[in-house]
């Protein structure tokens, strides 16, 4: 069992930055590949990108790649999304989840996070 919590969500103008994170309870953290996911309104859940359950191998959605990185810390049990650059089609809830496969898809993941709300203001 894996729980997870994010943190770090608010309200940026477009072109700031935010700092998401997800805490992680259970013992078995280091085996897990960690996504982050997004919801905005009347949309469908999205890849936002992975981290491997290592740390060095990561995954990034096309309209993310090159703003956004993923990184963890096994021994604090924590998983990081920096967001640079943060466009207003950005806004979204924000969800971490973990899965034993590194996967663009939500169904592949186990267990999820309850979300956090980014919103950015043009």
């Keep these: 069992q894996v729980q997870l919590v994010e943190s770090g969500g608010g309200l940026v103008q477009a072109g700031g930055s935010l700092r998401l ?27 936002v990108g992975v981290i491997s359950w290592d740390g060095p191998h990561t995954y990034y959605a096309d309209s993310v790649n090159g703003r956004f990185t993923i990184s963890r810390d096994n021994a604090k049990n924590t998983v990081n999304l920096q967001m640079n650059s943060l466009k207003p089609e950005d806004t979204a809830v924000y969800y971490c989840a973990a899965s034993l496969q590194i996967s663009v898809l939500a169904t592949a993941y186990d267990y999820w996070g309850q979300g956090t709300q980014v919103t950015v203001s043009s």
């Design 21 to 47: 994170s997800c805490a992680a309870s259970g013992r078995t953290f280091s085996r897990y590949a960690m996504g982050w996911f997004r919801q905005a309104p009347g949309k469908e859940r999205e890849f």
